[in-house]
């Protein structure tokens, strides 16, 4: 690797709480992730009524990638930011509302606004229509969150200028059961871009 | 200086053959692997779709193991890789990866049992059956963004190898034809009543398929078929069911694979194209083209002969693409009649020769991703 890469900034959701770059800013009683989620759209004052259209997978992407990226008013203002996601559960918690959908044929309804979220990488373009990121971007499935792997993916994006930072972590959802890690990556900052940083920021 | 990646090892499991001779044969033949089903298991009204026979399946996948338990897409997936495993002859250690790329990978198992006892649902799973069956060592690395995952994991591949993590990555692409995708792209109404006729003007939409395709990626160059010269993956960011108007994604992903490679769009001499044949894909991908002065390129679609298999399309069309290439031939993109797009595009209609140096290959997919992989032939 010839230059060193940095984390600027990170963000974690998970048991009803939400940290940025390690300090608390929001949490709620045990709730619901429907009940969860609509909180936090509140208490940031986040405007944007297609939020609600989307499934919990990418509610959660795109809640977390709020509170890290700067909001892109203007459609011409370019942003070469890639997003590198991972999880384990793919999109599993919609495939399985969707199956149910069409299992049942005394109440055969599939639907199209449900099968599109049955890809795990739509929740990417949400946030690139979001913050209109004309970028790389890539999903990842693994048993576990690989820091070494994401680490590896990052640097390679910045050092052959395919992207000037890396949106990148972990987004994973199924059933009630969520956690995220999403952290900025990018040629300047303070906390070195390691396996060992990456690491400490999960647990 | 960045290391330089090739593709050494190819095969793919279809319709029209379980070897990639065989399907370049058919193809030559004008033989498709879309057909009239009647399978109210699958959809209540009957369908066009290019599927894979299951006796035709079990039968091959006797011949390589007498091992049992796999489902029918890890068997299609196991019979692709196999050969090209035996025949690389590495030690699977810490220097190899395995990549699979799949949109719905095992969905069927859905259909049967509750999640809770099935774990082959989880894609993670569903590799690693794979994995443990050959052996690996390292974690297998799944792949999961819509259609462009058969080209993009092209483009992980070169990547990895590049950043010095591996030195060798075995790919295996896959998709199965399920109740779930067809009922799904029949809710959008994306799916033709006949076979799919890409850039064609009486389009109407997608015939699906099924499929699974293997290749070799490798900084070793002995064995070579092809170079991976340039590659980019670049969301349009404007739609998530529907491609982009004016085909920024996919115009950006070409560019960036150009500049890569360090060559000028004029060079391509070859593009496999997404053409999925409905009337938005297709129409988004002769725009873009044209965007890059693109439009006198011969290019083609191989929906016609296998439909749209999804997460394996993109490297299934690569398999063949770099067999057409080494051969010097250009495929005819079956099901086309009269061009149907806004912008003129180069459409092969006839099987044909040429002999390419540059070979562009893309796809496009819901999420608004693009993939475009740029290799040359080297003799």
């Not at chain 1, 990418?58 to 990226?69: D, G, I, Q, V, Y």
């Not at chain 1, 373009?125 to 913050?131: A, F, Q, T």
């Not at chain 2, 015939?207 to 349009?236: M, R």
């Given at each position: ?203 | ?53 299951d006796e035709n399946l079990n ?95 092209i483009s992980v591949a070169k ?185 003129d595009i180069n459409v092969i ?31």
């Amino acid at each position: 690797m010839a230059n060193k890469t940095y984390i600027q900034s990170f963000c974690t959701i998970e048991e009803n709480q939400i940290k940025v770059n390690g300090k608390i800013l929001f949490e709620k009683e045990q709730s619901l992730f429907s009940d969860f989620s609509k909180s936090v759209y509140q208490h940031f004052n986040i405007d944007y009524p297609k939020f609600f259209k989307m499934d919990n997978l990418s509610k959660l992407a795109f809640l977390a990638t709020e509170l890290l990226l700067e909001k892109t008013e203007n459609e011409e203002q370019e942003n070469n930011t890639a997003l590198v996601f991972s999880n384990k559960s793919s999109s599993l918690d919609t495939d399985t509302k969707y199956q149910s959908s069409i299992t049942d044929k005394g109440s055969y309804y599939p639907s199209p606004a449900v099968f599109v979220y049955t890809l795990p990488n739509i929740c990417l373009g949400e946030i690139s229509i979001r913050h209109q990121l004309k970028s790389e971007n890539s999903f990842f499935v693994f048993a576990q969150f690989n820091p070494l792997f994401m680490m590896n993916y990052a640097n390679i994006l910045l050092e052959k200028n395919k992207a000037t930072s890396v949106l990148c972590g972990w987004v994973e959802y199924f059933d009630e059961e969520y956690k995220t890690l999403l952290y900025l990556v990018g040629a300047e900052g303070e906390l070195e871009h390691s396996e060992e940083s990456i690491k400490k920021l999960y647990k | 200086m960045t290391k330089e990646v090739f593709i050494t090892q190819t095969n793919c499991i279809t319709p029209i053959g379980f070897d990639v001779a065989t399907n370049m044969k058919n193809i030559d033949g004008g033989v498709s692997g879309i057909q009239l089903h009647q399978n109210t298991g699958l959809m209540k009204e009957s369908f066009y779709a290019s599927q894979i026979d299951d006796e035709n399946l079990n039968t091959a996948f006797a011949k390589v193991t007498a091992a049992t338990g796999f489902s029918r897409l890890e068997k299609m997936m196991i019979l692709a890789l196999d050969p090209i495993i035996k025949k690389a002859n590495l030690v699977l250690d810490d220097r190899t990866a395995f990549v699979l790329s799949t949109t719905k990978g095992n969905i069927t198992a859905l259909q049967n049992s509750a999640i809770e006892d099935n774990t082959n649902a989880y894609l993670h799973q569903f590799a690693q059956n794979i994995a443990d069956y050959f052996k690996f060592k390292t974690e297998p690395i799944v792949i999961s963004n819509a259609c462009v995952s058969g080209v993009l994991a092209i483009s992980v591949a070169k990547r990895l190898i590049e950043s010095g993590m591996y030195d060798d990555v075995f790919i295996v692409a896959g998709d199965e034809i399920s109740e779930f995708v067809l009922s799904g792209f029949n809710s959008f109404q994306a799916m033709s009543n006949l076979p799919c006729k890409p850039y064609s003007k009486n389009r109407t939409g997608v015939t699906l398929g099924e499929a699974a395709a293997a290749v070799l990626v490798s900084s070793n160059k002995e064995g070579v078929k092809v170079k991976i010269i340039g590659d980019g993956s670049i969301n349009d960011a404007n739609h998530i069911s529907g491609p982009s108007r004016t085909g920024e994604g996919l115009f950006r992903s070409i560019k960036s694979a150009l500049i890569e490679a360090n060559i000028e769009a004029a060079a391509i001499d070859y593009i496999s194209a997404h053409g999925t044949a409905t009337p938005f894909n297709d129409e988004m991908e002769a725009i873009a083209f044209n965007r890059l002065q693109l439009e006198k390129a011969p290019v083609n679609s191989l929906k016609g002969y296998y439909g749209h298999t999804l997460g394996a399309s993109g490297l299934l069309e690569t398999v063949i693409g770099i067999q057409s290439v080494l051969e010097n031939k250009l495929l005819a993109t079956m099901g086309f009649d009269e061009l149907g797009v806004s912008q003129d595009i180069n459409v092969i209609k006839e099987n044909g020769t040429k002999n390419s140096r540059y070979f562009l290959k893309t796809a496009s997919g819901f999420g608004g991703c693009n993939t475009a992989v740029l290799f040359e032939k080297i003799n």
